[in-house]
């Protein structure tokens, strides 16, 4: 079975510094690892994805996330935190081996950017 | 935004009524989803089809019924639904190729209450 935890309800960080939203997972084969971001009352919006290759993975909006496979880790980085990034993230998985299309998604972190 | 639409935005319903939601994606893509937002829990897979059949059903009450009469439409049908089915429900499309890792693009979400 495929899992993943989001260990952290609430992030808060002040704008101008670096945010770090933290998942970690657990797949039975290779992991493919996706972050969304939810604003108030819309729909998820796609982040970034690791399917395979370099470890860092850059998306939108200047976020980036490291696959680290000893660690079952997949963490999303910002250098610069804006107050706009405030929202809710949320971690997901699919596991590739399984044949399922489903993702399994976190509880999600609600990140708070103080200004 | 996405791509990917659905309505009605808001719905209130009581628990004997029979209504539908209706998503509708732009993006060309052959395989459809619907999952539940419940407050204080992680997404919830319900639906999933591919080239318009279901293929992932997560055991979901008889009270939700899905229909998918092409790849550019889904329904979710509702008939006397319980007050812990209100919830936010979303759906998103991808396009399934087979085992290649699709990326899964939603749309806004129906807010549901259930009174």
């Known amino acids: 079975a495929q899992s993943v935890a989001q260990p952290e309800d609430q992030v808060n960080v002040a704008e101008g510094n670096p945010l770090t939203v933290k998942c970690t997972y657990s797949?039975?084969?290779?992991?493919?690892l996706f972050w969304y971001v939810q604003y108030p009352n819309r729909g998820l919006q796609f982040l970034l994805k690791?399917?395979?290759?370099?470890?860092l993975v850059k998306g939108s909006y200047g976020f980036e996330a490291e696959f680290n496979k000893s660690q079952t880790s997949f963490h999303l980085k910002k250098p610069s935190a804006l107050v706009s990034d405030s929202a809710l993230y949320f971690c997901a998985v699919r596991d590739f081996g399984t044949g399922r299309r489903a993702l399994t998604f976190g509880s999600g972190t609600r990140l708070q950017v103080q200004p | 935004e996405t791509g990917v639409t659905q309505t009605p935005r808001h719905l209130v319903m009581g628990m004997t009524n029979k209504k539908s939601l209706k998503c509708e994606q732009h993006?060309?893509?052959?395989?459809m989803y619907w999952y539940k937002q419940s407050a204080k829990k992680p997404l919830e897979l319900m639906f999933v089809y591919s080239l318009e059949e279901r293929v992932e059903n997560n055991s979901v009450p008889s009270r939700f019924s899905p229909e998918c009469p092409n790849s550019s439409h889904l329904f979710l049908h509702l008939h006397t639904l319980q007050p812990e089915d209100s919830a936010l429900y979303l759906c998103?499309?991808?396009?399934?190729?087979?085992?290649?890792?699709?990326?899964?693009?939603f749309g806004p979400g129906t807010r549901l209450t259930v009174l």
């Open positions: 993006l060309g893509h052959n395989a």
């Open positions: 690791y399917i395979t290759g370099d470890n």
């Open positions: 998103a499309s991808s396009q399934d190729s087979g085992g290649a890792i699709d990326t899964q693009y």
């Open positions: 797949v039975s084969g290779n992991p493919y």
